[in-house]
């Protein structure tokens, strides 16, 4: 029988290696129709003078979310899509501003939103978290993020602050909050997302394993983040949203947690926890692989 850390050890192969393989599908630029390329047209949010956003709704067709924020002395952003995103993104920018791109925050290291890191390495500091520029390095990824902070970090243009925040594992273990204080908004990457990809598929939380994600602390991770004072949030993937709705997905994650860790206390094995665990009120399709990585890590 295998012990619980050779099972974790195997799923975090798996994890790895379906990450590659999502990784050199999504670096392929996809047909996307006239209405889906209007969806993922650059547009201000709304009461926040001088940024913007680039939408983004998944991890195959549209990246994630980027935030512009344009200071009057050139342009931050945060995230930039894939390995082929650097091209629309500055044209798109271009169509708002004439400020050069400075700075570029990175919310985490996966290929749908620092995949054109080196592309703006040459006009424009990219800065992340320091174990989001491990990831990089160990995953064979290009653009190495070429400043980097253990905790919090600000950057300032034109008298202006964009905070970065490390608040602990969730997602990955590098997941940063990006905060803009005077427009109370942050970009949380995907530590929360919410809604349904541009295929029309549902979004549900993922823990990458292999790049040091955890469900366990994922919920203590987002407390700190709902302790900064903001009213309006930027997914890592889909709508401008509200803080209330991260307090909603916190809730529900928590649940999700809770759940599973009852029936590891009720003595329910890892075959069976899939068909145990009632989660139809989350609206989360977790795959049987993703309820098992949770049950493996919490169970360990």
Do not use: C
């Amino acid at each position: 029988m295998k012990t619980k850390i050779a099972i974790m050890l195997q799923m975090a192969f798996v994890f790895s290696l379906a990450s590659m393989v999502a990784i050199n599908f999504a670096q392929e630029r996809p047909a996307l129709t006239p209405e889906q390329l209007d969806r993922l047209t650059i547009r201000p949010v709304s009461g926040k003078e001088g940024l913007y956003l680039l939408p983004g709704f998944d991890g195959a067709l549209s990246g994630g979310n980027v935030a512009v924020l344009v200071t009057g002395d050139g342009v931050i952003i945060v995230d930039n899509k894939f390995s082929y995103s650097y091209g629309d993104i500055t044209r798109q920018i271009g169509t708002v501003t004439t400020e050069p791109i400075r700075y570029v925050l990175n919310t985490h290291h996966h290929f749908d939103h620092a995949g054109s890191n080196a592309d703006f390495m040459p006009v424009a500091q990219v800065i992340g978290h320091e174990n989001a520029r491990i990831n990089i390095v160990r995953n064979g990824q290009t653009g190495a993020q070429n400043v980097t902070f253990a905790s919090r970090t600000s950057v300032f243009l034109n008298g202006v602050e964009v905070q970065a925040h490390h608040f602990g594992r969730g997602h990955t273990n590098g997941d940063s909050v990006m905060y803009f204080p005077e427009l109370q908004t942050v970009h949380t990457g995907d530590l929360f997302i919410w809604g349904n990809r541009l295929d029309g598929t549902t979004l549900a939380p993922f823990i990458d394993y292999a790049n040091g994600g955890s469900a366990a602390e994922w919920t203590a991770t987002l407390d700190g983040l709902l302790s900064l004072d903001f009213d309006t949030v930027i997914p890592g993937h889909g709508p401008i949203l509200s803080k209330a709705d991260i307090r909603i997905f916190r809730d529900k994650f928590d649940h999700l947690v809770s759940r599973i860790n009852m029936l590891i206390e009720a003595g329910v094995d890892r075959d069976d926890v899939v068909t145990e665990l009632d989660i139809g009120d989350l609206n989360w399709p977790l795959a049987p692989d993703r309820i098992q990585a949770i049950y493996d890590e919490l169970s360990g």
